[in-house]
T-cell receptor
Framework: DGGITQSPKYLFRKEGQNVTLSCEQN?????MYWYRQDPGQGLRLIYY???????QKGDIAEGYSVSREKKESFPLTVTSAQKNPTAFYLC???????????FGSGTRLTVV | KNEVEQSPQNLTAQEGEFITINCSYS?????LHWLQQHPGGGIVSLFM???GKKKHGRLIATINIQEKHSSLHITASHPRDSAVYIC??????????FGTGTRLQVFP
């Protein structure tokens, strides 16, 4: 079945360490997105990529980095510069033909 | 003021009740999405609307472009419908703007 795989589901990180969240899709979608979800707030866009080897900052990109070397993969690195990294992170992709989005199951990151 | 507002924030219902969740937005849109987020966190896309009404099983979504308002209805609600329902709009850019969600609990 086609879909988006995010791993790991739960991640613990010590303060000061970088950590990379994985997002893989087998839907042949061109566009991919990373969102952050905090309690009581709507999802906020961190980075997005509309095509391989190209990506743009979203609304809250500071302290994060991404790469898009392959169409299927859009990993997100949470760097030590991110001041409040504990959150739920969701990856999504979009069908280039229309506006339909597919979401992953998310990664819950906790900084200890 | 948020560009996408949902109401109510929390909703409890008895099994079998008819449920309505509302979404109002203040920006021009090309499409509106209704999403369902289960306790584990994963999100499922329920509907994508640009006009009119769509139905899938016990779920019905409507949109009024002139009034900038959409509703999600659940008929004959069931405990398995318990989830957070999120409204999101796509404007003129390649970005979704999300509401904060409506937490629904359906009790047997």
């Amino acid at each position: 079945d086609g879909g988006i795989t995010q791993s790991p589901k739960y991640l613990f990180r010590k303060e000061g360490q970088n950590v990379t969240l994985s997002c893989e899709q087998n839907l042949n979608h061109d566009a991919m997105y990373w969102y952050r979800q905090d309690p009581g707030q709507g999802l906020r866009l961190i980075y997005y990529s509309q095509i391989v080897n190209d990506f743009q900052k979203g609304d809250i990109a500071e302290g994060y980095s991404v790469s898009r070397e392959k169409k299927e993969s859009f990993p997100l690195t949470v760097t030590s510069a991110q001041k409040n990294p504990t959150a739920f992170y969701l990856c999504a992709s979009r069908d280039g033909q229309g506006y339909g989005y597919t979401f992953g199951s998310g990664t819950r990151l906790t900084v200890v | 003021k948020n560009e996408v507002e949902q109401s109510p924030q929390n909703l409890t219902a008895q099994e079998g009740e008819f449920i309505t969740i509302n979404c109002s937005y203040s920006v021009g849109i090309s499409a509106l999405h209704w999403l369902q987020q289960h306790p584990g966190g994963g999100i499922v896309s329920l509907f994508m609307l640009s006009s009119g009404k769509k139905k899938h099983g016990r779920l019905i979504a409507t949109i009024n472009i002139q009034e900038k308002h959409s509703s999600l209805h659940i008929t004959a609600s069931h405990p398995r419908d318990s989830a957070v329902y999120i409204c999101a709009v796509r404007g003129n850019t390649d970005k979704l703007i999300f509401g904060t969600g409506t937490r629904l609990q359906v009790f047997p």
